[in-house]
């Protein structure tokens, strides 16, 4: 890429983050490939909590494997998702299958079970065990027991006709199960758990796999102790302020660096994996965990095709606490391009880069910390959680005891007592609609007979929350925020229809690929069909397209 495209291209995707722009969502065809041509692997890369914008803002500092993706490979700029809940179940379920929340069920974090009237977590699943890989122990037990249609994963061990070998890894287990699928023979899901403790489940094995173990145990998390995040790049090559008075001090760090990971005395040891979790040696962990892996497993040097999944949560952790401007989200940028960079010279060298295709995207963006947008003029602001919002209201005029099942970012479920009063006392139903949309910062309140309708509508919110809608999960009302405003949880969020959240990078790299710029319209949701159609299978419960104007001439 020429100094005046990136230039160009960087300016366009700043340009484009500031708006959405409306996308595609019928599935394009697939078109089977041809044995001889299919890659020998294919690898999904997913960045937790990435804006595309970051390309525009950061990229120049990029010289390693995330300059070689966007420069060298198929760059959709105008790359978004196309529906309202944006969070890292939802989007890694969206990338693992390619179909969108309201058909693979994963439409959130976490959500109210009716049944058992209580907040259940996507990846949970009491029916499997935990294997632990190495030492420690963990009573977390995790599986895709929610997913309602197979990932690319399943279909590519269903449908192949060499068993393939699949691995999939993460820090997050909703991340890693959702890029992996349901499991079966030959395929490796993994996660961390309980700090330090890295496991898996019942539902993909039910013996520790050595070479997981004796990665883990070489390696352990605990050999960072002591270590100091300072600054990668030179201090010239940072936009904005490291001591921005917007930034919170998030134990035991402050708001400007070095950042030790190592808890002072007295301190909490949980500290030290929280710490870890949000510096680049999680991501350096990930990265070289999953080369491991496909070394040991021998990834692509099979007669059929083989996947490799990995997603770095880095800089979901650290976004939430210091915000896409911070100098550790920068740092974080600069660190992950290194490992990125090990990451696609492995694969050159075990598989070769005419035999492997790699995509690579996010699960979701991220807004500003409110307090800087005001600082500079904007619209933003903060509210209280949704749920405190709506037990005031509903005590006064139901009477005292509970009435919120859940309230999780901008939704909202009711207990079924509740919502069995509200539908025969329509007037309080409104009153509550009418409080929650006079808040400042809400623009609209949908209820879930307008989520549930399958009438048209011309309204883009309400279109990007019925992709989101899954009857049994969803809240009973969505409460959509204006850009810039948030919820008081944590600094800065994502979950929300608004630009910032749904705009992601959707690189295509490798065998099989015209590079280029593209600005047609395109989604995560499109990397599973377009993966599938290079290994020559389809995937039946897609909404997303193949991505054939990238793709080489057969």
Same mark, same amino acid.
């Given at each position: 890429m020429t100094p005046v495209r990136r230039r160009c291209l960087g300016l366009a995707l700043v340009a484009a983050g500031l708006c959405a722009l409306p996308l595609a969502l019928?599935? +394009?065809?697939?078109?089977? =490939?041809?044995?001889?041509?299919?890659?020998?692997? %294919? %690898?999904?890369?997913?960045?937790? =909590?990435?804006?595309?914008?970051?390309?525009?803002?950061?990229?120049?500092?990029?010289?390693?494997?995330?300059?070689?993706?966007?420069?060298?490979?198929?760059?959709?700029?105008?790359a978004a998702y196309p529906y309202g809940r944006t969070a890292t179940c939802a989007g890694h379920g969206t990338i693992?299958?390619?179909?969108?929340? =309201?058909?693979?069920?994963? $439409?959130?974090? @976490? !959500?109210?079970?009716?049944?058992?009237?209580?907040?259940?977590?996507?990846e949970e699943d009491a029916s499997v065990t935990p294997v632990v890989l190495g030492d420690g122990?963990?009573?977390?037990?995790?599986?895709?027991?929610?997913?309602?249609?197979?990932?690319?994963?399943?279909?590519?061990?269903? @449908?192949?006709? =060499?068993?393939?070998s699949i691995v999939s890894v993460?820090?997050?287990?909703?991340?890693?199960?959702?890029?992996?699928?349901?499991?079966?023979?030959?395929?490796?899901?993994? !996660?961390?758990?309980? +700090?330090?403790?890295?496991?898996?489940?019942?539902?993909?094995?039910?013996?520790?796999?050595?070479?997981?173990?004796?990665?883990?145990?070489?390696?352990?998390?605990?050999?960072?102790?002591?270590?100091?995040?300072?600054?990668?790049?030179?201090?010239?090559?940072?936009?904005?302020?490291?001591?921005?008075?917007?930034?919170?001090?998030?134990?035991?760090?402050g708001r400007t660096f070095p950042h030790p990971l190592d808890p002072r005395e007295g301190e909490d040891e949980g500290l030290f994996y929280t710490a870890w979790g949000r510096s680049p040696w999680s991501d350096a962990f990930i990265v070289d965990l999953a080369i491991h892996l496909m070394e040991t497993r021998k990834l692509g040097q099979h007669d059929g095709t083989d996947m490799l999944a990995l997603s770095l949560g880095a800089l979901d952790q650290a976004g939430h606490q210091y915000g896409p401007r911070s100098h550790e989200v920068q740092d974080l940028l600069?660190?992950?391009?290194v490992a990125i960079g090990r990451l696609l010279d492995a694969l050159d060298r075990q598989v070769g880069r005419d035999h492997y295709v790699l995509a690579w995207s996010a699960d979701h963006g991220v807004a500003r910390i409110p307090e800087q947008v005001l600082a500079e003029?904007?619209?933003?602001?903060?509210?209280?959680?949704?749920?405190?919002?709506?037990?005031?209201?509903?005590? !006064?005029?139901?009477?005292?005891?509970?009435? $919120?099942?859940?309230?999780?970012?901008p939704e909202l479920a009711?207990?079924?007592?509740?919502?069995?009063?509200?539908?025969?006392?329509?007037?309080?139903?409104?009153?509550?609609?009418?409080?929650?949309?006079?808040?400042?910062?809400?623009?609209?309140?949908?209820?879930?007979?307008?989520?549930?309708?399958?009438?048209?509508?011309?309204?883009?919110d309400l279109k990007a929350w019925r992709l989101s809608y899954f009857p049994d999960r969803s809240g009973d009302f969505i409460v959509v925020l204006k850009p810039g405003w948030t919820y008081d949880a944590i600094r800065t969020n994502h979950g929300t229809q608004n630009a910032y959240d749904q705009r992601v990078p959707l690189v295509l790299y490798g065998a099989g690929v015209r590079p280029g710029t593209y600005t047609t319209a395109a989604s995560p949701a499109?990397?599973?069909?377009?993966?599938?159609?290079?290994?020559?299978?389809?995937?039946?419960?897609?909404?997303?397209?193949?991505?054939?104007?990238?793709?080489?001439?057969?």
């Open positions: 019928s599935a +394009g065809p697939d078109h089977p =490939q041809a044995a001889s041509t299919r890659p020998k692997l %294919v %690898v999904v890369l997913v960045n937790d =909590q990435f804006p595309s914008e970051y390309i525009g803002l950061y990229g120049g500092n990029w010289t390693g494997g995330l300059r070689r993706l966007v420069d060298e490979g198929a760059l959709f700029t105008e693992g299958t390619g179909a969108f929340p =309201q058909r693979h069920g994963l $439409v959130g974090n @976490q !959500w109210f079970d009716r049944d058992l009237d209580k907040a259940v977590t996507c122990e963990t009573t977390n037990r995790h599986s895709a027991k929610y997913m309602m249609v197979p990932s690319l994963a399943d279909e590519l061990r269903r @449908q192949l006709p =060499q068993q393939p993460a820090e997050k287990p909703r991340s890693a199960i959702g890029l992996g699928g349901h499991g079966g023979p030959g395929t490796v899901v993994l !996660w961390k758990t309980a +700090g330090r403790v890295w496991s898996t489940s019942s539902a993909y094995t039910g013996t520790p796999w050595p070479d997981a173990v004796e990665y883990v145990q070489r390696r352990p998390i605990t050999n960072d102790r002591g270590k100091v995040w300072t600054k990668l790049l030179p201090e010239s090559a940072y936009l904005y302020a490291d001591d921005d008075p917007a930034e919170p001090t998030p134990a035991p760090w600069a660190r992950a391009d003029g904007g619209q933003a602001g903060r509210l209280p959680p949704i749920g405190q919002m709506a037990t005031g209201l509903l005590q !006064w005029t139901l009477g005292a005891g509970r009435h $919120v099942g859940l309230g999780d970012g009711l207990t079924p007592q509740a919502l069995a009063t509200l539908r025969e006392r329509p007037d309080v139903k409104a009153r509550l609609m009418l409080a929650l949309g006079a808040s400042p910062g809400v623009a609209k309140v949908f209820d879930r007979d307008m989520l549930s309708s399958t009438t048209p509508t011309d309204d883009p499109d990397i599973a069909p377009t993966l599938a159609a290079l290994a020559g299978i389809t995937l039946p419960q897609a909404q997303g397209r193949v991505l054939t104007e990238a793709l080489q001439p057969r």
